[in-house]
């Protein structure tokens, strides 16, 4: 999803490729910490790890503020679990990069482009269901 929440900023963009890069859900803070979104939900890496496979396997369509969809397709797509980065990046200090998911997306609307471009849309913003559970503090 294009749109939404500047937390969450588009972190690169390619023009040759019409392609956009970012952070579509950060879930814990570098030190391990529960970072706690725009709806006052906490994600657990195991359900969000579900919810982006459930989403590349199922849509893998782009829309804008949770409305107008098939303007753009992710691309790639990387979740950030401690196991997956020290895995696959084992030089890098465990809890330098925070837990969530990466993504990219190539923006096949020329008019949603130019939105990009303009910086009227500004980053990501998933959308999604689940069962709220009360956190013990």
Partial sequence: MIGG???FAIS?????MRTVWGWASQI???AGNPVVD???DIILPDELQKAAHDYLLHSRDGGVMHEETG???IVESFITTPETVSALFPGIAKGAIPVGWCVAFKVHDTEVWKRVKSGELSGFSIAGTGE???VEA
């Fill in 5 to 7: 929440m500047t937390h």
């Fill in 12 to 16: 690169k963009v390619s023009d040759e």
């Fill in 28 to 30: 814990e803070d570098a």
């Fill in 38 to 40: 725009s709806q006052g």
């Fill in 71 to 73: 303007v753009a397709t």
């Fill in 132 to 134: 709220r559970v009360p």
